[in-house]
């Protein structure tokens, strides 16, 4: 079977991503699912076979068989755990700058859709729940399909053909045979964990104010601050010390500002953090979080070092009394 789109499936499968034969349309405009509308919702991009979730495969065999069957089909990966890889993805000039801030110079798998420009990247724990971004939903206009939940993800690929008539396509030197499908970075992870965080409700039914996003550069006096909420949030959603260690030393390596001398301890900040439940109320408000952390560390120097830091502490609380 000499099929572009067939082998380009069984490609994808190569890198045990699992793939699955998806709709297309004919030329008249109409999706091969046979609705019969010229305006399906979605013309050449929803999968030919049932419980694809679960019936989506990397075996060649299951794959040639759909092809045999349906040789025309466009191809499709289902994202998440099972092919260990997700999709990110933009489709105005918004998503373009925000793709340049939090993905930029990172090399990783992309190609083109109609209007959109798709990233692969690995899949990895931190984003256990997140399923597919819905329809004008966007995490500062970037387009998520993660499909690590019940419903599932997947997205249409190379050398699938749109129903504008337009073919995917590999960005140049970026396609799945050319480069690896690079983690995705700390900054991506923050910035769904803490858009999760403003979509999540409270227990009194009043959503929860969106947490800042960090910035670049984390000046020396708020880097304490800024760790501890961020780990907070991790644990807040289950992470543990193993797990929340490695974002926090990446978000000081590349964003706090460094004072030789005087190091923060991230360990110390997930240690602290992971001593409460992730149910535990203090998670939920990061000025309480932080003083609860920041009392820890004090515990923990010397006494001398302690006295003199709480004699600072109050000096800077109580006004200065004027000389009579």
């Known amino acids: 079977m000499t099929n572009l789109l067939f082998q380009s499936a069984l490609e994808l499968a190569s890198f045990d991503l699992k793939v699955l034969p998806v709709h297309t349309v ?30 989506a495969s990397s075996d060649e065999g299951v794959i040639c068989a759909w092809w045999e069957k349906w040789p025309m089909s466009n191809v499709g990966v289902q994202w998440g755990p099972r092919s260990k890889a997700i999709d990110i993805e933009f489709d105005n000039e918004e998503g373009r700058a925000s793709a340049d801030k939090y993905l930029g110079g990172i090399v990783t798998p992309s190609y083109h859709s109609r209007r959109s420009v798709h990233r692969i990247f690995r899949y ?12 004008g939903e966007a995490v500062q206009h970037l387009e998520f399909r993660i499909g690590a939940d019940n419903k599932g993800a997947q997205s249409v690929v190379p050398p699938s053909r749109h129903h504008s008539g337009r073919l995917y396509s590999w960005l140049p ?11 995705p970075p700390p900054t991506l992870i ?9 979509e999540t409700n409270g227990s009194d039914g009043q959503q929860r104010p969106a947490a800042l996003p960090l910035a670049d550069t984390i000046p020396h006096g708020q880097r304490h601050t800024a760790l501890v909420s ?21 978000v000081a390596d590349r964003r706090c500002q460094h004072v030789p001398g005087d190091e923060i301890d991230v360990e110390k900040i997930a240690e602290s953090v992971c001593r409460y439940e992730p149910s535990d109320p203090i998670l939920k408000n990061p ?5 609860s952390a920041r009392e820890e560390a004090l515990a923990r120097l010397h006494p001398a070092i302690r006295r003199a830091h709480q004699r600072v502490t109050k000096g800077r609380a109580m006004p200065r009394r004027r000389k009579k």
Not at 173 to 183: F, K, P, W
């Open 26 to 55: 004919d030329p008249t405009g109409r999706c091969s699912c046979g609705c019969r509308k010229s305006n399906c919702g979605s013309r050449g991009k929803h999968p030919r076979i049932s419980d694809w979730q679960h019936q």
């Open 124 to 135: 990895v724990d931190d984003l256990a729940g997140f399923g597919a971004s819905k329809k």
């Open 173 to 183: 030197s970026l396609s799945i045979s050319e480069v690896e499908i690079a983690d």
């Open 190 to 198: 923050e910035l769904l964990l803490q858009w999760q965080t403003q």
């Open 230 to 250: 961020l780990a907070g949030t991790m644990r807040r959603r289950g992470l543990v010390k193993e797990e929340i260690l490695p974002s926090l030393r990446a």
């Open 287 to 291: 000025s309480e979080l932080v003083a």
